[in-house]
């Protein structure tokens, strides 16, 4: 069974239609890369899959192991294993970061009838994370995201990620605000969690990102649609020749 | 650890939702229904009282009579009948229970809903000592031998009445007139018990003292009154906490704290208010109509209070701080979470009299629901406090978009040395926090819990430890259904 597959989907925010009929099947461990002009519809995607509020489906289907995500509301997508790697990871004041990710796991947990997770075995897994990624200690005794670099935050969404063990990742548009060194640190991270088992769904405006996060397959998404796909090798050609013939093509 | 462990399980059963709904079925001693002077000499005669507190008490209910109810707090409620509440109500005693072992076994079962392990006093002793008030007597009071041989007075204010007639003589009252205002006078008249604290100079009180509330006969207005005194360089951390079962009948809660801080005095308030709210209409909660005054009367004296206030349908009330001493300092850190149709008008007023006098407010307003909140503040730099200083911030929160919070801050400054800063922010819970949460997996309401605590962590974090786990869990108890 795919992992992910999207069928017919149309979506819209605030009755403009974004979504125009995207088809989409993602199976585990692949990685998929979207790619597309602004506008196109590459974050209503994944606002629609993780089930943000204010993104209604209108036609079609995504179906997540089988389950129809219309029916799950945004935490339990994220208990099911949906994990989105955020543009703009939020600030929570007075939150402490590791207290983010204690409850985080224990939501999860609950969702499937289990304990709560023990304090120890909470502080070697995360100690065990932190220390394969490469994050300072300090990072987690700061509250979520307020002050952290952008460099920061993007590391801490992928510690959370690891934390969390999700079935699919993705990532909303990773390299944003990321000079180069940042960015590969934070694809470095991706790259330490990718397993047979689990997928990566990769939103991304530039192909640079990919030159870290390699794809198995890459999409180009136009005018609310997937007007093109093919291997790793179309994300280059993308990058010569721009997004011109698709919107094109789109409108 | 075993106390700290039964605490913890403690509040995470008594927080997991409002489970106070019982009624403890003891046969009461009541007082007819009403106000007059045969009910305040019924009450005094009752308690055994001296001629001296009976004069008080008759002095207070006169000037009361003279009085109309202030009107000027920004909360609405109907009319009250005086007339239509009782004033007393004790729970049956045989001879006085000389030990837990003759205490009523309902009333230690109730104890035990609540979650106050008395019997596991034994285990909780080094922490905190509990002289826990059932609805207007003191029945059990722990661990006053052990701080009795310390020279640190603990106890009922009744039993302080009897056995330390100087002391309440000369502090009673003397913070809080009789004559101060219309809730405050009434207490005066009526009050049945409380708790009375005096830690001797030099003394650092090395244990919190804890005080559990609950009102539990029908109507029953309950007017707690408390004192605590410091005298020089003594220091003493006080906890207070409320439960209340659910009721129907509007109930009035017209409590009195003064504190007394001398010279180098240091006295830590904490409270947790988690008075019964009322249905999702306000139905049937408490009214919370308190006054809550320390003076810093010596010099270096210092006076900290903090509050956590959830519950009551309706709240009026404003820990303030005298600052008579020189260099004296006064500290208000306060949580205010109202949700469905709460109103509360909370605040405080720092009094700066003496030279360099300091004082820092810190408040968090949190409203949810249809509620409707305001911090009342008052900075006042007299004509003397050279130098003195102030800082407040008020930040108020609110939750979906039919609650209302305002922030009514009253600085006056005689002294042109004297600083004063305020500042203040209004936000709301933003969309993108509670997805950011939920994408991580957890549901509205623990996202919202989880966003006000980190809000309010300045606050909380001032609390004793047992104290600022209760606290954690019921701001997340409070905002229950406050969203979607």
Known sequence: ?251 | MAATDTTVDTVREVTEQYKYGFVTDIESDMAPKGLSEDIVRFISAKKEEPEWMLEFRLRAYRHWLTLKEPDWAKVKYPPIDYQDTYYYAAPKKKDGPASLDEVDADLLETYKKLGIPIQEQEILAGVVAVDAVFDSVSVATTYKKKLASMGVIFGSISEAIKEHPELVKKYLGSVVPYSDNYFATLNCAVFTDGSFVFVPKGLRCPMELSTYFRINEKNTGQFERTLIVCEEGAYVSYLEGCTAPQRDENQLHAAVVELVALDDAEIKYSTVQNWYPGDKNGKGGIYNFVTKRALCKGKNSKVSWTQVETGSAVTWKYPSCILQGDNSSGEFYSVAITNNAQQADTGTKMIHLGKNTRSRIISKGIAAGKSDQTYRGLVRMQGKAEGARNFTQCDSLLVGDKCGAHTVPYIESRNPTAQVEHEATTSRISEEQLFYCMQRGLNEESAVALIVNGFCKEVLQTLPMEFAVEAQKLVGISLEGSVG
Not at chain 1, 73 to 83: L, P, Q, Y
Request: charged share 30%.
């Open chain 1, 1 to 251: 069974m795919a992992l992910l597959a999207i069928k017919d989907l149309r979506a819209r925010v605030e009755e403009k239609e974004i979504l125009k009929g995207l088809s989409l099947t993602i199976n585990p461990g692949e990685v998929h890369a979207i790619m597309g002009p602004n506008g196109a519809g590459k974050s209503t995607l994944s606002s629609v899959i993780t089930g943000k509020p204010g993104y209604e489906i209108t036609e079609g289907s995504v179906l997540f192991e089988g389950k129809d995500l219309a029916e799950l509301a945004a935490n339990e997508r994220a208990c099911e294993g949906i994990f989105l790697a955020f543009q703009y990871p939020v600030e929570i004041p007075g939150v402490n970061y590791t207290t983010f990710l204690k409850t985080a796991i224990n939501a999860k947990r609950k969702y499937f009838g289990e304990e709560e997770i023990d304090a120890m075995e909470f502080l070697k897994l995360m100690k065990s994370k932190i220390k394969l990624l490469k994050i300072a200690d300090d990072m987690m005794k700061r509250p979520v995201n307020v002050g952290f670099s952008g460099g920061e935050k993007k590391r801490a969404d992928v510690l959370q990620m690891a934390m969390l063990d999700p079935k699919l990742m993705i990532l909303d548009e990773m390299d944003s605000g990321l000079d180069i060194d940042a960015l590969r640190i934070a694809a470095d991270g991706v790259n330490t969690l990718r397993s047979p088992d689990k997928a990566i769904l990769c939103i991304t405006h530039y192909q640079r990102l990919l030159d870290y996060v390699v794809p198995d397959f890459v999409h180009v998404l136009a005018g609310g649609r997937i007007v093109k796909s093919g291997g790793k090798e179309l994300a280059l050609e993308l990058e010569e020749k721009g997004y011109t013939e698709f919107e094109n093509a789109a409108a």
